[in-house]
Nanobody, 129 residues
């Protein structure tokens, strides 16, 4: 059974950094394109970043481009999101999921989110001003 567990969130001040982890079980992270998503209170879930099966292709939402870095460690079967220069508007619950695509070309289309498994509990990121 495919499962993803997010961790690494917390409370930080503006300008600081956090690294989120997404541990996979029931499949290997190089089998699927994967992504990070977030949902702030009162807002729809949005795509943050995408990484293809072997990490060759990556893509980022405009609001995080240049500040966040997505990566995979196949040996650890884990995906990461390095978040630098955090802003209060980055405050949200962050989720990871598989994406039903071979690369990140159309990853923002919600129809492709969650190829296997389901949404996890997420990890809360709060950035204070």
């Amino acid at each position: 059974q495919a499962e993803l567990v997010e961790s690494g969130g917390g409370l930080v001040e503006t300008g600081n950094s956090l690294t989120l982890s997404c541990a996979a079980s029931g499949f290997t992270v190089d089998q699927y394109t994967m992504g990070w998503f977030r949902q702030a209170p009162g807002k729809e879930r949005e795509g943050v970043s995408c990484i293809s099966r072997r990490g060759v292709d990556t893509s980022y939402g405009e609001s995080v481009k240049g500040r966040f870095t997505i990566s995979k460690d196949i040996a650890k079967n884990t995906m990461y999101l390095q978040m630098d220069s955090l802003k209060p508007e980055d405050t949200a619950v962050y989720y990871c999921a598989t994406i039903d695509l071979t690369d990140c070309t159309f990853w923002r289309n919600t129809a492709y989110w969650v190829a296997v498994g389901s949404w996890g509990q997420g990890t809360q990121v709060t950035v204070s001003s």
